[in-house]
């Protein structure tokens, strides 16, 4: 059974749609990607999967309990680390985890060894004794996923997880998010508006306007879309050229560096390429459509054409 | 219903919180200090009291009475604190119940001013006011009560405040008055009655009311004017009814 299952899904603010009529079901185990512009509707699903927020009609079920019948329940499943900083600063690390552990109900026991624990998984156990605001904002976001992994949630929620951050500090981010999906086998679902995290996920939706307009595994939305483009250089570019047209069908196009051609799948036509030219090939790279071109190509927009969006309260 | 870990912890985090920011602390031990020994004894040789009562006797329990109103309605701010940097979301998403949450903050804010009243007590008998340990824990009881009231009150309001310049504004618009209308500075009974009337809905002055049935026993102008049953139950009936509506008002916001 699908450990998210979300049906007809919708949300109004003062009459407007801000979800409208979202499907999707999340397999135990997957990194699930939402991914979409500012103000599509992204933090608004993810605050009614967490019981932050109520909806209008359809279902949302999490671990196997109704968001609406028993948030407590789902409230025990899941795990989230919001958009922005919720850690108080004027507390230790230590001292924040152990609050989240009460409210989780452990015993101090346990409490203290997993609080060790987690603290050397995110590289943060000599600053147990710190206080937060000393801390630098990739510590701050390793230390608030420690914190939401505290209570071993079957479901990790991340909201936009390395938002703000540097490029380096992100990555850094990003590789404990993978590398936690490997040891824990914890399903992780998260928002970004990023193409290159999207692409790291095991399966995406794309959202646009409060509705999916694609759901699959990012290699597969990116061969329904287009094909792969193979540049290449040879020693008789004018030759091959005409070699490519008669052997293959092709139409190669003549660029700066030599030819591009578009193929379905250009890692097992690379191959063929070498074995039935005959004229010498000096270069060759392969550029796979990315996300962005799969955006672009379902809305007819970039992603990053939007404006930003007003921080949601509570 | 009631998960007393988690109110033990929010409690926890608010009383390391005070004890971190020690300004908080100078200026809460200070400001009873400056109003006792400077605006009591300046009024002291003013005001002749006729009975037995120096001023700046009769003013200790008022003094104790803004303690505890200043201490309370400030640690409900935390809420809108909490809400704006953000925390407030951690515990929402805790599976406990809100009436815990609202506990939480409602124990933590009385004990810390139960805590700086007693403090402030210390000085009674330097006073000349020797109330003995039986009086002190009768009034540590009383001023438990008024701090569970106001702290209740302060919650309620709290709730609906989405800025801590908000907050500002609308705190400042009822502490001051409450303090004013309190009997801490005169008896609310010289008042005009259509001032008076607001002094008898403020649980402050009732509050005050029943320390000064413990400070200032004995006869005269500056004692006590409401019997002592009547000032503990209208601030216990205040503290339940205000306890109930930030609960409700907690439960239903989303």
Same mark, same amino acid.
């Given at each position: ?27 135990? *185990? ?21 019981? %932050?927020?109520?909806?209008?009609? !359809? ?19 899941? !795990? ?5 900083? #919720?850690?108080?600063?004027?507390? #230790? ?54 914190? !939401? ?35 824990? *086998?914890?399903?992780?679902?998260? #928002? #970004? ?33 287009? !094909? ?30 030599? %030819? ?55 | ?254």
């Amino acid at each position: 059974m699908p450990i998210i299952q979300v049906k007809d899904l919708v949300k109004r603010y003062n009459g407007l749609e801000a979800v409208r009529g979202v499907s999707f079901d999340v397999e135990e *185990g997957e990194v699930f990607g939402f991914l979409g512009p500012n103000g599509a509707g992204k933090t608004t699903t993810i605050n009614i999967l967490c019981t %932050l927020l109520n909806f209008d009609s !359809g279902t949302a079920v999490v671990n196997g309990h109704d968001c609406r019948k028993a948030p407590d329940r789902v409230r025990s499943s899941i !795990g989230l680390v919001f958009q922005e900083v #919720t850690l108080d600063n004027e507390l #230790t690390a230590y001292e924040n985890l152990k609050f989240h552990c009460y409210m989780y109900n452990m015993e101090k026991k346990v409490a203290e060894e997993r609080i060790d624990e987690i603290l050397a998984v995110v590289n943060l156990s000599e600053r147990k004794g710190d206080l937060v605001k000393k801390f630098s904002g990739g510590m701050k976001r390793r230390l608030e996923i420690a914190r !939401g992994l505290l209570h071993r949630p079957k479901v990790l929620f991340l909201d936009e997880p390395t938002l703000g951050l540097d490029p380096q500090t992100r990555s850094h981010v990003w590789e404990f998010i993978k590398g936690l999906k490997k040891s824990e *086998g914890n399903t992780v679902f998260m #928002t #970004t508006h990023y193409m290159d995290e999207a692409e790291a996920c095991d399966r995406i939706a794309i959202i646009d306007n409060g509705k999916i307009i694609a759901c699959e595994r990012p290699d597969e939305l990116k061969r329904a879309i287009k !094909g792969d483009t193979i540049y290449i250089k040879t020693s008789d570019d004018e030759k091959a050229r005409a070699e490519i047209e008669k052997k293959f069908g092709l139409k190669p196009k003549p660029v700066e560096t030599g %030819l591009a051609l578009t193929v379905e799948a250009g890692d097992k036509f690379i191959p063929k390429l070498f074995e039935r030219l005959t004229s010498e090939i000096l270069s060759v790279n392969l550029k796979k459509p990315s996300l962005e071109d799969v955006f672009i190509n379902l809305t007819g927009r970039a992603i990053r054409d939007y404006g930003p969006n007003a921080r949601p309260r509570v | 219903m009631l998960s007393y870990k988690a109110i033990y912890v929010i409690t926890l985090r608010e009383f390391k919180r005070f004890y971190r920011q020690k300004g908080r602390l100078v200026v809460t031990m200070a400001r009873p200090l400056i109003w006792l020994f400077i605006v009591g004894s300046g009024f002291t040789r003013l005001i002749d009291t006729g009975a037995g009562v120096h001023y700046i006797q009769f003013i200790l329990p008022g003094i104790v009475g803004m303690t505890i109103l200043f201490s309370s309605i400030f640690s409900t701010i935390s809420v809108v604190w909490d809400r704006e940097f953000g925390f407030l979301r951690e515990m929402l998403v805790a599976p406990v119940s809100r009436v815990t949450i609202v506990f939480g903050k409602l124990l933590s804010g009385t004990a810390l001013s139960t805590a700086q009243g007693a403090a402030l007590l210390i000085i009674a008998p330097f006073l000349g006011l020797g109330i003995g340990l039986d009086g002190f824990l009768i009034t540590v009881f009383l001023m438990f009560l008024v701090a569970l009231a106001i702290t209740a009150f302060g919650l309620f309001i709290a709730s609906f405040l989405a800025s801590l310049e908000g907050f500002n504004v609308i705190m400042n618009f009822i502490v001051l008055p409450m303090f004013f209308l309190s009997g801490a500075l005169y008896p609310v009974g010289t008042l005009p009655v259509w001032i008076r009337v607001f002094a008898y809905i403020n649980p402050l002055c009732f509050g005050v009311d029943s320390f000064k049935h413990i400070l200032l026993p004995g006869e005269g102008r500056l004692v006590a004017e409401f019997p002592l049953m009547v000032d503990i139950a209208f601030v216990g009936a205040f503290a339940a009814l205000f306890t109930f509506l930030s609960a409700l008002v907690f439960e239903r916001r989303k």
